[in-house]
């Protein structure tokens, strides 16, 4: 790809976040707001960063990294948007840009943006199938086939945190569905799988951690603090964990034969990288790909819609 | 794609069978011969059955479906093959017909050949994202994306069977690990449903079906014979195998997006159709794709590989 400016904004429920992209880096300042309680506000707060971004740098495309699924030619946002306001899923944010500044822009989810920016600039440089994979409150997922991102027919696919883990039906996911991989392997999941075994534990095996807790109050820090002072049931939940979040890697491993899983968001640093390589190994087929953990962390969602409005639109 | 005609050969455990290929067609005579019993006699008899092809025919290319995973670059098979007998894998097809022939050569998976048949000439016409999936003794998959065939890092991807359903180690999968979705949603895994699920009956839900029969002796064929009259044990049983394959759908949705799966092999006959649309709209997030039965039955893997060799090579 030849030189290229652009503008990279996430929006997310907390914060909406700018800068100008070029070469896959950030190379102007970082603009960060505080996302505004109404849709009207949040269009005013991103055309205001843009002005502010054209002002002073020359760039020729705006790409926005946004929560909710974004439509096939990457023009609008389609369904749920997670905890942003009422309407916001009805911004023309494209077309509002494109009139005022004249800048072609486009919209992608904003963990197939991260991913994208994973792909190009974190551990995924040099390999063409990547799969990244978002531990934190939820699972999210960002897939690149052949050098290209996988969004599917009307731009809603990787929804990998939600492949069915039984047929039991044991545990309610957020999506509506039951034992979906998310309810298992995010945070949340570790959250529930904790006081899950702390109601099914005999008297002689309560830990210290436990004797303090109320079941139903144990929290995934509790944990996380636990494995520091070598806490048995800790240990023991935070083993369940792990083993979820790999039988999900086995799922995608067989699905996609990829050259790699990179794991990012909050629970991925608890991940015992070693371990779970082998493992994985040892349970798929044939192919063989490496986990490892993200590298982009911060700003990928700006830097991932920075270069695809670049490749979409040219310098 | 302009006119073309090229060879496909169909390689499997019980016969041989090639043709001559043409605008997403058969246009020769059907050759069909039972598989030798070892690798030496096979390539024989592809050699033979190439010659007799060219010599009254016009080709420009050459394309074998076979079983087992096809390398990266289409040019040798890897790993296990089923029933084909020792040293299949080290036959190099590629270089022998090429030497012998001056016919360019391609590999490709049988499951993969049959998808893209599909997806060319049968349900999947006008479609971009297929994903085809083959319900008998085990379960097969086939991935189109953006009008590409998905062949994965190693050529091994789509091995969607491999979709783990469970966390609780139920039932043993011929790959090694447990609880495939092969496990479950294929013939094999229907009738092991059947016999499980005959073994924790109580006395007053036995049916006719049943009291002929032993535990453990139970066939998918009992079964589908137990539906044509309306037996409840039978029925039970079905419904059970119909969410079994459910599950799989829901989350190969999540995961693709895709416009539609396509079902083949026989178990594929025993799908209701609308209702399976209907329960899998349901359950998932977003994207709603169409579920329909194959159409290029026969001599998928033919047309598959042949198409596949004239794309790759040209006229």
Avoid at 32 to 37: D, G, H, K, Q, Y
Avoid at 118 to 128: D, P, V
Avoid at 232 to 247: D, G, M, R, S, Y
């Amino acid at each position: 790809m030849p030189d290229f400016s652009s503008i990279g904004i996430d929006i997310g429920g907390t914060k909406i976040s700018a800068a100008v992209v070029k070469n896959n880096e950030i190379v102007s300042d970082l603009k960060v707001l505080n996302t505004s309680n109404s849709a009207d506000a949040i269009l005013k707060q991103i055309l205001e960063v843009t002005s502010s971004l054209t002002n002073s740098n020359d760039v020729s495309s705006l790409g926005i990294a946004t929560a909710g699924a974004v439509n096939k030619d990457n023009s609008k946002v389609m369904g749920s948007t997670g905890n942003l306001p009422d309407g916001y899923s009805d911004i023309d944010f494209k077309n509002e840009i494109e009139k005022k500044f004249k800048l072609p822009t486009l919209l992608e989810n904003d963990a197939n943006a991260a991913a994208y920016a994973e792909y190009k600039t974190g551990n995924g440089i040099g390999k063409s199938n990547v799969i990244v994979i978002t531990l934190g409150t939820g699972v999210g997922g960002g897939i690149i086939i052949d050098g290209k991102l996988m969004r599917g027919t009307s731009g809603a696919g990787a929804e990998c945190g939600h492949i069915i883990m039984s047929f039991d039906r044991k545990r309610k996911c957020t999506c509506g569905t039951w034992d979906c991989w998310e309810a298992y392997a995010s945070g949340t999941g570790y959250a529930i799988t904790a006081n899950e075994m702390a109601a099914n534990i005999t008297e002689d095996k309560r830990t210290s951690l436990l004797l303090n807790k109320k079941t139903g109050s144990i929290t995934t820090y509790d944990i996380i603090d636990g494995l520091k002072v070598n806490d048995k049931f800790a240990i023991q939940v935070h083993n369940t964990w792990e083993f979820h979040v790999l039988l999900g890697l086995v799922s995608l491993t067989n699905i996609f034969d990829p050259d790699c899983f990179i794991l990012s968001g909050g629970m991925a640093d608890f991940i015992n990288y070693d371990k779970i390589q082998k493992e994985l190994s040892e349970m798929t087929i044939i192919s063989k790909p490496q986990v490892l953990p993200a590298k982009a962390k911060n700003n990928a969602g700006i830097i991932g819609a920075g270069i695809l409005a670049a490749l979409k639109y040219g310098k």
